[in-house]
């Protein structure tokens, strides 16, 4: 449907009228990403220029961190003047290699305090710029890294597995309600995007038991919380999710097809306590369809497919134990749809 | 694409209600959707878990069951899912599905084979069998995902063949460029006359191999310079980005690829700097090739948004 036609069909039904909007909408995401990945390039560059000319700034702690806070704030004012692809690509790359530098001078600076102190603090800083800084790309990124390094801070604190869960939570409360407000619709979207990336890579630290960070940093120590919590979490989420998108279907609460939708999730999101990743992926591809998103629900197939592929390396389980436990998840998948097509949606 | 000017035009004030004017385009889901989207996705990934619960417990190679008995299972399961393809019919997405779980476990029944025999046979013998074994219902099959699995099984034969027999990673790249270009162009040619072939996402999934392919060659040709004589991948790149650009620019348009070969032509000039001007270990290189890649993201950033409005209009 072109744009002329879309307009008048909105105006037709009452919910826009007088003249088109000028078309100043952002590119297509694979546009973005192309900008956003080129953007990655320039800022290794740029983090080589800083390495290799301002060799005296990164020896010093606290010149760094200054120096790399320099950057970010440039980038920052670019964002807001940028007019052009060619300045934001700029702003990000500036930022970027601001940022490592600034992670550089900050984790050997904070060292003292505690190994978990300087994650925190960088998970903060990126979550800050996820709000604040006026890019899509740099929002997406920040809020995925703000993810990724708490779910380091959790690692290091024995939690790790619960990385995922704090994460889904976040992306569902935000795609549920991503048409609140049009004032921070523009800011939320990417953030989502990037928590959902997060989510789906901090998902796979719960395959082994333990996460890359807490296997590097804390060898040999035992993980107080355990992969099945973090997924145990996951499913309440996925059970949160069904149940808004039965409210908003107008079910009731107590209605049979209410109930059978969500024993349905409940069956196939428990599978993720010995498959992590399958309530995550279902969370995912939902919110997409509800959301008429098909670049979401795209990528919940994707995290799907990608975790029965990489279920297969799972250290912790012989092959005849996953064999059974993905036996079990088709089952419980093919029983739901048994379920859904005859009780819960049924032919009209 | 619809989706994102409404909600463009909501966050500008010209649309007053996001969700009824999502509801009103047909972006967002009825009851019908729902179910044939609930009906879809459980069927297909329940099929996916089963054929992978199989492969997983054959690669096992449980002690407790015999070969006959193993053997017995596997082929009792691929003559199951054949059946039920034949019973649901080729057109229903179950009977497809039916056929894309034969055609995994084909490939378990031969790995198996290969496991209890030790025939000696090389693993890439195993996919190159699979691929010829799984041609005939491939081609029956109407069906892009099939088609797309054939693809990735082809794929990984002539990876592993050149890794077998130790051949430079040149020679790998080179087989698989070739490979995926002649199953891109196919497919392109192909689904203009079937419909069930005219999906974007497989020609899409092709030139990413066939870009990352003739990228890998022409940056490692760039770093090999004067090492070897007269890099093909040299004069073949220009050639394929021509091709790209009169394919995906005018006779079947698509941004995903052009932006694509965007990128491709960043990383390559890119690298081309790199070896020019890094070798010395001079600062000013690097920053002179961040301002490089900047300028050509921004200029091919500026170009495809040109197109995608023009698209829109």
Redesign the interface.
Known sequence: MMHGELWAKLCGAGLAGGEMPRDDAQGPWYVRLMLGVAGCIAAVFLIGFVAVGLEFVVQSKPASVFAGALMIASAYVLFLAARSDFSAMFGFAVSVAGQALLAYGLFRLLEGLGRATPWVVMAALEAALALIMANYFHRLVSAYAAVLLLSGALALSGAGALAPAFAAAALAHIWLNELRSAGLHATLQPIAYGLTLGTIHVETFNWGGKSFVSAFARPGSVDWAKPWMGEALVLATLLYVVWRLVRRAGWEPREPRSLIALASAAAIGATSLKAPGVAAGFIIVLLGFAHGNRVLWGLGIAALLFYVSGYYYLLDATLLFKAGVLAATGAALLAARWVMLRRVLPHA | ??????????????????????Q??G???G??E??R???Q???W??????A???V??V??N?SELGKLAKFALLQALVVAAVAGYWRLGSESAAGKAALLVASILLGALLALFGQIYQTGADTWELFASWAALIAPWVLIGRFAALWMLWVAVVNLAIALYFQVFFLEDQKQLWALFAFDTLALAAWELAGRRASWLDVSWGPRLLAIASGAAITALVVHSIFDWGRQPAPAAVLVYPLWLGCIYAVYRKLLPD??VL??A??SA??VV?AFLSKQL?ES????G??L???A??????????W??QL??EA??
């Open positions: 694409m619809i989706r994102n000017t409404i909600l463009g035009w909501w966050q500008r004030g010209a649309v007053r209600d996001a969700g009824a004017a999502l009103a385009a972006m967002l889901p009851r019908a729902w179910r989207f609930l009906d996705l459980l069927l990934s329940g099929a996916v878990a089963l992978a619960a199989v997983f417990f690669a096992h449980w941004l995903f932006a694509g965007c990128l960043i990383v890119a890094l270990g001079d600062a000013a690097f920053l090739i961040a301002i890649v900047v300028a050509m993201g921004g200029a091919a950033g500026w495809l948004n995608a409005r829109r209009a």
